[in-house]
């Protein structure tokens, strides 16, 4: 089992930068694969980013490609989301989950969830 706690949401003008952090408990962390999702009013919690155990491979939904980058230290068992050129429409609840089986891209696939922070951006 691992828990969850992101942090490092925010406030944060378009075109700005925002660092996320998730930190997790458990000896396990480097066993799980991990993704970052959002959840915005009105729509379901969509898939943003997964990277596998090692951080050797990452696959980025295409609202994030090229924007946001994931990245892990598993010495610190924490797990990063580098948010650049923000847009109003990044404005979202953002939560870190570990995989349990299945699609990547599908919530239901993921077994643990952080609370998750809130990303504003608005100028």
């Known amino acids: 089992q691992v828990q969850l706690v992101e942090s490092g949401g925010g406030f944060v003008q378009p075109g700005g930068p925002l660092r996320l952090s998730c930190a997790a408990s458990?000896?396990?962390?480097?066993?799980?694969?991990l993704g970052w999702f959002r959840h915005a009013p009105g729509n379901e919690r969509d898939f943003v980013v997964v990277?596998?155990?090692?951080?050797?491979?990452?696959y980025y939904a295409a609202s994030a490609q090229g924007r946001f980058t994931i990245s892990r230290d598993n010495a610190k068992n924490t797990v990063y989301l580098q948010m650049n050129s923000l847009k109003p429409e990044d404005t979202a609840v953002y939560y870190c989950?570990?995989?349990?089986?299945?699609?990547?891209?599908?919530?239901?696939?993921?077994?643990?969830w952080g609370q998750g922070t809130q990303v504003t951006v608005s100028s």
């Open positions: 990277i596998s155990r090692t951080g050797g491979s990452t």
């Open positions: 458990g000896r396990a962390f480097s066993s799980y694969v």
């Open positions: 989950a570990a995989h349990l089986g299945g699609s990547y891209y599908k919530s239901s696939s993921y077994k643990y």
